[in-house]
């Protein structure tokens, strides 16, 4: 499977974590949307759509199983989140 376009849109929200929103398509076939790029305690991470349970907890409704395809997801959004900061 392979990642044909990331898309990063920063936000500025006072007070949150949370520095961008991408959306990935895979294959010109299939898109996720709403994962965000999170400021966290060791850096920049990139966070998998998730949806409140009824007990409040938080649960992640699309994730990559490996670890592999996770760091190439992380990598391309960061990458072009990075791109966007330095162009700003």
Request: net charge positive; with cysteine.
């Amino acid at each position: 499977m392979k990642i044909t376009d990331v898309r990063v849109f920063p936000v500025e929200i006072n007070g949150s974590m949370v520095k961008a929103y991408a959306t990935i398509t895979f294959d010109d076939s299939f898109v996720v949307r709403d994962l965000r790029v999170v400021e966290g305690k060791n850096g920049v991470f990139l966070s998998m759509p998730a949806r409140r349970k009824r007990n409040g907890d938080y649960q992640d409704i699309c994730f990559p199983i490996s670890a592999k395809f996770r760091d190439l997801m992380e990598n391309q959004v960061l990458a072009k989140f990075d791109e966007l900061l330095a162009s700003a």
